[in-house]
């Protein structure tokens, strides 16, 4: 897989390193379970923190369509 070159928003979240996507999703799943941002009653949904809203653009996403975000934050 291609490294890609991070935005500085997710940077904040995975690290500055370029990545492969498998392991920018790979990362940003062990930030959330760090910080335990997963819905409680609906496990498919992610609260967003401050650092993930600046991700994401909005207070909650599903898992689904995290990966559709993360797009727009690579290169």
């Known amino acids: 897989m291609k ?4 935005s500085p928003a997710l940077a904040a979240v ?8 498998t392991e920018i ?3 940003l799943w062990v930030y959330i379970k ?3 941002l997963q819905d409680k009653l609906n496990k ?3 609260n967003a923190d401050e650092k993930l809203r600046a991700v994401f653009g909005k207070a909650q996403v599903s898992m689904f ?6 797009g727009k934050h690579v290169k």
């Not at 995975?14 to 996507?21: C, I, N, S």
């Not at 369509?65 to 993360?70: D, N, Q, S, T, Y």
């Open 25 to 27: 999703v790979s990362k």
């Open 34 to 36: 760090s910080k335990d």
């Open 65 to 70: 369509e995290m990966a559709g975000l993360i």
């Open 3 to 6: 490294a890609l070159t991070l």
């Open 14 to 21: 995975v690290g500055d390193k370029p990545l492969p996507r």
């Open 44 to 46: 498919r949904m992610i």
